[in-house]
């Protein structure tokens, strides 16, 4: 494992590049900031909205694929404000049970920026047959809800007539990964590795699913997606996490304050919806040797909010440390006991970058602090 010089990315994050002076490719786009003109970035944004603004009468004229998260506050907000568009929000629900945060802020986003959100609450009995094999074989359990995060908004904009459908960060360009263009067009959002297509016989074979059951994690038709044009916020501002949680705290945002300290998180504001969705995120780890906690220390060493040595704390502290209450509300959803669990997280280990200690505990064999 090689960490980026600047922020705690190792080189295993997948599709990640490193320059020759080992500078990441998510800290070269952060870098390149600096010689992109935002003001005629902000005209082009202006430009392909004054091509659909009213299309529709007074129907909705685009879509925004929304979370309720911190970002979606700020992505309507800049759509239905700043840019007079009339927009309908779509949403994919999982069936975890919420954090009271999560429940709110989904509700205040409707409330405060007076827009229809339509949502999806996806197949109950699909996403625990799915899941389940999706986490033992390939550790990757919420694929099934990834894939329709993706895939549903492009099905309803064209049931809703809005080409022009909204999505927030690039993140392969943003933080690294496979595809990295700065482009403004998500028409290859399908394909960045976050939740890939998976092969469908495989699945009815080994899950007991129908291929009904799979309809909506199909990438729509040629003919349907062509209709459609995508766009990702990021290419168009100067994307922020933290900016976009400072303002959606001003429109009602509520954090996991109080409710929720997390233990493999260095801070309480992203993906806080559910505490079983975050097994997912968390498996990064055994599989790459990175989580939560190195992700968003390198965006906060980027962004000047830290310094790399203090970012490199907050890994070697958070990073291999799975919440407990993610575990537990994890296997009640999918029927494991909790030392099925850990038996399968066992198997995820990545022997390469792994190796266990006298506590028979899988450590780093290159951690980031260790040095060499
Ligand atoms: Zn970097």
Known sequence: MRYCKKCVMPN?????????????????????????????????LESICDKYRGMNGDAP???????????????????KYLLNM?????????????????????????EEFACNIVSMKP???AQKKIMRYMFEHYGKPTWYIDRLIYTYPLYMANKFNTPLIVYGENVSYEYGGKDAN???????????GVASEVDEAELIENTGVSSKDLYFTRTPKDEELNKLD??????????????????AKKHGFHDLTH????????????????????????LKYPKFGHGAATDYSSRMIRYGLITREEGIEKVRKFDHALDPKCVQDFCEFCNYSEAEFWKIVDSLYNKDLFEKNE??????????WKKL
């Not at 049970?97 to 709110?104: I, R, S």
């Not at 506590?359 to 980031?368: E, F, S």
């Open 123 to 125: 197949n109950i009995q």
């Open 12 to 44: 295993t994050r997948p599709g990640i590049s490193f320059n020759e002076d080992g500078i990441c490719s998510a800290c070269q786009a952060y870098e390149n900031r600096k010689n992109v003109n935002w003001e005629n970035r902000w005209k082009e």
């Open 61 to 79: 004229d685009c879509a925004i694929a929304v979370s309720g998260g911190k970002d979606s506050y700020y992505q309507v907000y800049l759509m």
């Open 182 to 192: 700065e482009t403004y067009s998500a028409r290859n959002q399908l394909s960045n």
């Open 230 to 247: 995508p766009i990702y916020i990021s290419y168009f501002v100067q994307w922020n996490s933290f900016k976009n949680y400072e303002f």
């Open 359 to 368: 506590y028979d505990c899988w450590v780093l064999k290159r951690p980031i």
């Open 259 to 282: 409710e929720w300290d997390r233990t493999h998180h260095v801070e309480n504001f992203d993906q806080i919806d559910s505490r079983a969705y975050l097994v997912h995120s968390w």
């Open 86 to 110: 009339n927009p309908i929000l779509f949403s994919v629900e999982d069936n975890f049970p919420m954090t009271n945060a999560g429940v709110h802020n989904l509700k205040n986003l409707s």
